[in-house]
């Protein structure tokens, strides 16, 4: 028999309401009644159904996630840290790919919002770098929590997580620095990812904190892509003086670049060290593995949710909800770093 919010209420031995603001997070729910509820909850493994709840309902138990990223595996992490927060709170999630590029894109995004009664949306780059956006959902009364770059929390704003790529890329370039590498090269992803600027900064900034000259010519622009890297180290090892280390924008161009040295008979990392960011799949699959910085990915999600969460309860005094978590991707050292080799350049 499907256990019913009737066999909950009495379980816990209260009413059907009580259960029902358990399970929307109201905050005027007493701890003590919120334990038995929810222990309730979990002794009988009820899953209630949000799909019903939103047609029962004038509030809306659906949350949306639109996303314009070419890498899968940050796609499949964000989802998984996106579900498991949906169903502890007993939401739905509605994943939308779109075209980030695309002249209609905030008429896309408020078409969804209102046919699929959202009651609120996951934004994460480019969109939650995207001002229109943000306007256009503030216009509609949508709740939503962005997930951007940056390392510190903005006055006034209550709907972001942060992630801080300058240090974390300061710290792989300091990294690189301490092995002896001082001809280093940077491979960046997309412009329009204001990570892309971020992790450029901190790789410029550890330069110039160990008093070095910043080479325009190892600054190489690109995409965050496997095709990007094979071109980008391409480009860097036709030089003259090529660089004795490589700090690329993500794992997955950090991958590009491993399989193009391979193809020119260079050796990682005896003859060239190579580090990327994120710890993505990519970065276990090379060989070497990938020198990075362990970005969590689902667990960036899952807190994303919580805040939008908090921002959707019924009566939520939204200026009080100041919450702004940061993240610091980790550095995680592995075989495609090694202290420079004196003859390289």
Known sequence: ?????????????????????????????????????????NELHYQPNAAARNLASTRS?????????????????????????????????????????????????????????????????????????????EAMKVDFVRIVSGSTPSPGVHNCVLIDDFTAAFKITNHLLELGHTDIAFLC???????SGERLAGFKAALTKRGLTVNPKYIVPGHYSFESGVEGAKKLMALPKKPSAIFA???????????????????????????????????????????????????????????LFKHTRPNANKAQINAQ?????????????????SKQG
Not at 14 to 36: H, Y
Request: glycine fraction near 4%; include cysteine; charged fraction near 20%.
């Open 1 to 41: 028999m499907k256990v019913t919010i009737n066999d909950v209420a009495k379980h816990a031995g209260v009413s059907i309401k009580t259960v029902s603001r358990v399970m929307n997070n109201e905050p005027s729910v007493r701890k003590d009644t919120f334990d038995k509820v929810m222990a309730a909850i």
């Open 61 to 137: 138990y659906s949350i949306g996630y639109i996303y314009d990223n070419p890498n899968a595996y940050y796609i499949i992490d964000m989802q998984k840290g996106l579900l498991d927060s949906c169903k502890k709170h007993g939401y739905e999630l509605l994943i939308h790919p779109t075209n980030a590029k695309s002249p209609g894109i905030v008429d896309e995004v408020k078409e969804l919002v209102s046919k699929s009664r959202l009651a609120g949306l996951i934004l994460t780059p480019p969109f939650s770098e995207m001002p229109h956006i943000a306007e256009a959902l």
């Open 189 to 195: 992803g997309d412009e329009e990812h204001s990570s």
């Open 249 to 307: 924008c993500n794992d997955e161009i950090a991958a590009g670049a491993l399989f193009s040295a391979r193809l020119m008979n260079i050796r990682i990392p005896e003859d060239l060290s190579i580090a990327g960011f994120e710890n993505s799949p990519f970065s276990r699959q090379t060989w070497p593995p990938l020198t990075t910085a362990h970005q969590p990915n689902s667990t960036i999600a899952a807190q994303a949710a919580e805040l």
């Open 325 to 341: 978590p940061v993240f610091i991707p980790e550095l995680l050292v592995r075989d495609s770093t090694c202290p420079a080799n």
